[in-house]
Nanobody, 125 residues
Framework: QVQLVESGGGLVQAGDSLRLSCAAS????????MGWFRRAPGREREFVSW????????YYSGSVRGRFTISRDNAKNTAYLQMDSLKPEDTAVYYC??????????????????WGQGTQVTVSS
């Protein structure tokens, strides 16, 4: 079992950057692929990005591709989401999630085994 704690959210202006962190504990971090999801007010949870256990493969949703970068440091048991050129429509609670199937891409929240509590990102126009 792994515990996940997100941090780094906040209130920024459009065009600004933020870096979210997801600290893992309780299990071998490199045993998991990691994903980032978000939920905006009144909307369903949305896939943002995925990274393979070794960082060797990544995927992004179309709405963030080219602006967000996912990465991980297995030595620090931490995943990151660098968010650049933020837009008001990026406003949401961001969640990191761990998936035991560490080599296989998935954009479905139901495929993930562990979740963090979320961190709020608010982008003003």
């Amino acid at each position: 079992q792994v515990q996940l704690v997100e941090s780094g959210g906040g209130l920024v202006q459009a065009g600004d950057s933020l870096r979210l962190s997801c600290a893992a504990s309780g299990s071998t971090f490199s045993s998991y692929a990691m994903g980032w999801f978000r939920r905006a007010p009144g909307r369903e949870r949305e896939f943002v990005s995925w990274i393979r256990w070794d960082g060797g493969s990544t995927y992004y949703s179309g709405s963030v591709r080219g602006r967000f970068t996912i990465s991980r440091d297995n030595a620090k048991n931490t995943a990151y989401l660098q968010m650049d050129s933020l837009k008001p429509e990026d406003t949401a609670v961001y969640y990191c999630a761990a998936r035991r199937s560490k080599r296989t891409y998935s954009d479905q929240g139901a495929d993930y085994d562990y979740w963090g509590q979320g961190t709020q990102v608010t982008v003003s126009s």
